[in-house]
């Protein structure tokens, strides 16, 4: 009785609270859009010193992406009329310094900036605080802690692993020889890639690529790239709270628990194992070291290791950027190769040589193909695996001709817009592995090929993906010959990793005994 009383004396006030509501609704929508206008504000005079496209007033450049596989070459096309750098604007508030030349691109690589915080925000509910966006002290200290894992005596006993996971493969593709029908090469690389990183760094045989069905971990990274893509493209699913709320928020936290689970299970068989060993040295004694073995016990000059959220996001990191990347490399070289029959000829022969009678490749054979080790690099132009990537500037930052940059600025480096530059490379789509002779990259800009990165920053792994790119591309080119499929060409498109919207097709014939 005491309640219905309250609730009816309540009920004249119902009105008066939604109108307080109402009110405080509009005042936080003003406060978001002043900050947001006064952010605009800030970028037109920031970015005023170079010209840009002509863009919508509302939308900005985010309509002039097609997402039809000339998104890429309208970057190249737009940097003919702007040269060094230009301004793109994602919706009327973001806008990034897109760069496209080496002069230009040496001055923020030869830094430690962080990633920015627009793009790389939307991976670290999947790959945590790892190297790819840590930044500051951590990003110093992790680094430091994972340098190891990539010496040489480590990445040398992963050679046999490569080879045996490249060999898998090439079995599995013995159905498609002789049939002069084409395959799409992206979803066998990249089971390839994925069982040779669980092979190589954590010394884990998952025979993903045998077991039925598609694997559970290739779909949520596939998905994954996708929607953090759309996500960047969707400027209301910049807010963290509507794309929560949004199936595509449902849809991206079930594939990041996949994921996850997938780490946490790979961590927690490891563990068991070193429950008995607890120094490198011992173990090493026993074994070949890998990538979690020195992850779980690398220690700082205080004796401290990683915690358990640490090692997760690093293990998370390299799985993706180990398998994900490599993936979209090697597909694009073998379809480069396709395409140039001469090329992929020179280096068969040179491969035969190098190998000597042999079906597997070894550390030594490595040096042996520096033909082979030209086109995989001039494939790696063409195609960067990863097309971009992106810097906060924590101070002002002043190019080579005198523009600036106040910190807070967003940059962008089109890798693709650099390796296809026409002021820095001749005939910049044409196929020449020659461009990679020692003669001709010492007259070059080193900041002209950075498939990689480079400075501080680059690539943590890169020795380790060069080497699984010469073993697959050697083994490959040993067992098949590949024939480009006319029809079926890829429409590249930049997700997280270098991509095709139509898959990335070939036809394979096997190589006779005595080739």
């Given at each position: 009785?005491?309640?219905?009383?309250?609730?009816?004396?309540?009920?004249?006030?119902?009105?008066?609270?939604?109108?307080?509501f109402?009110?405080?609704?509009?005042?936080?929508?003003?406060?978001?859009?002043?900050?947001?206008?006064?952010?605009?504000?800030?970028?037109?005079?920031?970015?005023?010193?170079?010209?840009?496209?002509?863009?919508?007033?509302?939308?900005?450049?985010?309509f002039?992406f097609?997402?039809?596989?000339?998104?890429?070459?309208?970057l190249v096309?737009?940097?003919?009329?702007?040269?060094?750098?230009?301004?793109?604007?994602?919706?009327?508030?973001?806008?990034?310094?897109?760069?496209?030349?080496?002069?230009?691109?040496?001055?923020?690589?030869?830094?430690?900036?962080?990633?920015?915080?627009?793009?790389?925000?939307?991976?670290?509910?999947?790959?945590?605080?790892?190297?790819?966006?840590?930044?500051?002290?951590?990003?110093?200290?992790?680094?430091?802690?994972?340098?190891?894992?990539?010496?040489?005596?480590?990445?040398?006993?992963?050679?046999?692993?490569?080879?045996?996971?490249?060999?898998?493969?090439?079995?599995?593709?013995?159905?498609?020889?002789?049939?002069?029908?084409?395959?799409?090469?992206?979803?066998?690389?990249?089971?390839?890639t994925?069982?040779?990183?669980?092979?190589?760094?954590?010394?884990?045989?998952?025979?993903?690529?045998?077991?039925?069905?598609?694997?559970?971990?290739?779909?949520?990274?596939?998905e994954?790239?996708?929607?953090?893509?759309?996500?960047?493209?969707?400027?209301?699913?910049?807010?963290d709270?509507?794309?929560?709320?949004?199936?595509h928020?449902?849809?991206?936290?079930?594939?990041?628990?996949?994921?996850?689970?997938?780490?946490?299970?790979?961590?927690?068989?490891?563990?068991?194992?070193?429950?008995?060993?607890?120094?490198?040295?011992?173990?090493?004694?026993?074994?070949?070291?890998?990538?979690?073995?020195?992850?779980?016990?690398?220690?700082?000059?205080?004796?401290?290791?990683?915690?358990?959220?640490?090692?997760?996001?690093?293990?998370?990191?390299?799985?993706f950027?180990?398998?994900?990347t490599?993936?979209?490399?090697?597909?694009?070289?073998?379809?480069?190769?396709?395409?140039?029959?001469?090329?992929?000829?020179?280096?068969?022969?040179?491969?035969?040589?190098?190998?000597?009678?042999?079906?597997?490749?070894?550390?030594?054979?490595?040096?042996?193909?520096?033909?082979?080790?030209?086109?995989?690099?001039?494939?790696?132009?063409l195609?960067?695996?990863?097309?971009?990537?992106?810097?906060?500037?924590?101070?002002?930052?002043?190019?080579?001709?005198?523009?600036?940059?106040?910190?807070?600025?967003?940059?962008?480096?089109?890798v693709?817009?650099?390796?296809?530059?026409?002021?820095?490379?001749?005939?910049?789509?044409?196929?020449?592995?020659?461009?990679?002779?020692?003669?001709?990259?010492?007259?070059?800009?080193?900041?002209a090929?950075?498939?990689?990165s480079?400075?501080?920053?680059?690539?943590?792994?890169?020795?380790?993906?060069?080497?699984?790119?010469?073993?697959?591309?050697?083994?490959?080119?040993?067992?098949?010959?590949?024939?480009?499929?006319?029809?079926?060409?890829?429409?590249?498109?930049?997700?997280?990793?270098?991509?095709?919207?139509?898959?990335?097709?070939i036809?394979?014939?096997?190589?006779?005994?005595?080739?």
């Amino acid at each position: 009785m005491e309640f219905t009383d309250i609730f009816v004396k309540l009920q004249p006030c119902w009105p008066r609270m939604h109108h307080l509501f109402a009110l405080l609704c509009l005042v936080a929508v003003v406060y978001k859009m002043t900050i947001l206008f006064a952010k605009q504000r800030d970028a037109i005079r920031n970015f005023a010193a170079f010209p840009s496209p002509p863009s919508h007033w509302l939308f900005g450049h985010v309509f002039e992406f097609k997402q039809d596989g000339t998104d890429l070459d309208t970057l190249v096309k737009w940097a003919e009329h702007y040269p060094y750098a230009f301004p793109l604007w994602f919706g009327p508030f973001v806008c990034i310094l897109n760069i496209h030349h080496p002069d230009y691109v040496k001055t923020i690589l030869a830094t430690a900036e962080p990633k920015d915080d627009l793009a790389y925000r939307f991976i670290e509910s999947w790959i945590g605080d790892g190297l790819l966006v840590s930044k500051g002290q951590k990003w110093f200290r992790h680094r430091r802690l994972l340098t190891p894992g990539f010496h040489y005596d480590v990445l040398k006993a992963y050679i046999k692993p490569m080879s045996d996971s490249t060999k898998t493969m090439l079995d599995k593709w013995e159905s498609y020889a002789n049939t002069d029908k084409s395959f799409e090469l992206f979803e066998h690389v990249s089971l390839m890639t994925l069982d040779s990183i669980l092979k190589c760094a954590f010394s884990h045989n998952s025979n993903c690529q045998t077991e039925g069905g598609t694997n559970a971990y290739i779909k949520a990274v596939y998905e994954l790239s996708n929607l953090i893509n759309l996500r960047f493209r969707t400027f209301p699913y910049h807010s963290d709270l509507i794309f929560y709320l949004s199936p595509h928020g449902y849809r991206h936290r079930k594939a990041c628990s996949v994921t996850h689970s997938h780490t946490r299970e790979v961590i927690r068989k490891r563990k068991e194992a070193l429950k008995e060993e607890k120094e490198l040295d011992r173990i090493q004694a026993k074994r070949n070291l890998d990538f979690l073995d020195i992850l779980l016990l690398a220690r700082d000059e205080n004796q401290q290791g990683l915690s358990d959220e640490d090692i997760r996001a690093e293990v998370d990191t390299f799985m993706f950027e180990g398998h994900d990347t490599t993936a979209s490399g090697l597909s694009f070289i073998l379809y480069s190769l396709a395409c140039h029959p001469e090329h992929q000829k020179m280096c068969r022969e040179e491969i035969m040589q190098a190998l000597e009678g042999k079906d597997t490749m070894e550390w030594e054979d490595l040096s042996k193909i520096p033909y082979t080790t030209m086109c995989i690099k001039e494939s790696l132009r063409l195609y960067p695996p990863v097309p971009g990537m992106n810097r906060k500037t924590t101070k002002p930052i002043t190019f080579f001709d005198g523009r600036t940059l106040p910190a807070g600025s967003f940059v962008g480096t089109s890798v693709y817009g650099i390796h296809r530059n026409a002021a820095v490379w001749e005939n910049p789509d044409v196929f020449d592995p020659l461009r990679f002779l020692p003669e001709n990259t010492s007259r070059r800009s080193p900041h002209a090929f950075v498939p990689f990165s480079a400075g501080p920053r680059n690539c943590i792994g890169q020795n380790f993906a060069m080497n699984e790119l010469k073993v697959a591309t050697a083994l490959t080119l040993k067992k098949y010959e590949l024939i480009e499929d006319p029809t079926c060409k890829p429409k590249i498109i930049p997700r997280l990793v270098l991509r095709s919207l139509n898959g990335i097709h070939i036809k394979i014939r096997s190589v006779e005994p005595n080739m």
